[in-house]
């Protein structure tokens, strides 16, 4: 988590490019549930230049929570094929002749 951390923590003090914040937060969220906790420094800095950013700065933190939503999303769907394909399996009976 520290190095995803820290290239969000150089984004967004050294670019000023909350869009590049919103990118690597999003892949922070992507591979670990945890990476949605950028959200509470990274807001708390976004409402502090809020002159800076504006609305469009905010909408680019927002991609944080996204790459998560997508993330439970894709597995939520993966799941469901599988389940379905595994149902449509035991009903024809392709898995109980495989069983000794």
Known sequence: MEERFTGVAWAICVRRNLLLVGMLGA????TRN???????????????YWREFGLR????????????????????????ILSSS?????????VSSRIP
């Open 27 to 30: 892949v922070a969220a992507v």
């Open 57 to 80: 700065g905010l909408a680019d933190i927002a991609l944080i929570p996204a790459g998560l939503l997508g993330t439970q999303r894709f597995c939520g769907a993966a799941s469901e």
């Open 34 to 48: 945890l990476g949605v906790i950028l959200l509470i420094p990274l807001l708390f800095d976004g409402l502090r």
């Open 86 to 94: 595994l149902a449509s399996s035991t009903r024809s009976g392709d």
